[in-house]
């Protein structure tokens, strides 16, 4: 069974910096992709970052130029460099990891903005 471990999360001021980590339990290139969700309360969950097995990375519009994602196939960890913090990119978030068409799911780890 998959396993996929966030860390990271926390609290920040708008303006400030955090970087998640996920760590899997399996070679992270035998997925075909991995990548970040987030869900806010009361919304639905979203795609923030997406990266093949290539390293082709794909980011919504809402944190392009301030989101990074990026890979240790040595630690079998993905990583999301979050700059430029806002109040509204508070959410939990969710690593996942697709491989033969079955997703699979961290448990999330929170991160807070402050104005």
């Known amino acids: 069974q998959v396993q996929l471990v966030e860390s990271g999360g926390g609290l920040v001021q708008a303006g400030g910096s955090l970087r998640l980590s996920c760590v899997a339990s399996?070679?992270?290139?035998?997925?075909?992709?991995m990548g970040w969700y987030r869900q806010a309360p009361g919304k639905q969950r979203e795609l923030v970052a997406h990266i093949l097995r290539s390293g082709r990375a794909t980011y919504p519009e809402s944190v392009k130029g301030r989101f990074t994602i990026s890979r240790d196939g040595g630690k079998n960890t993905v990583y999301l460099q979050m700059d430029s913090l806002r109040p509204d990119d508070t959410a939990t978030y969710y690593c996942?990891?697709?491989?033969?068409?079955?997703?699979?799911w961290g448990k999330g780890t929170l991160v807070t903005v402050s104005s």
């Open positions: 996942y990891a697709d491989r033969d068409f079955t997703d699979y």
């Open positions: 399996e070679n992270i290139f035998g997925f075909n992709a």
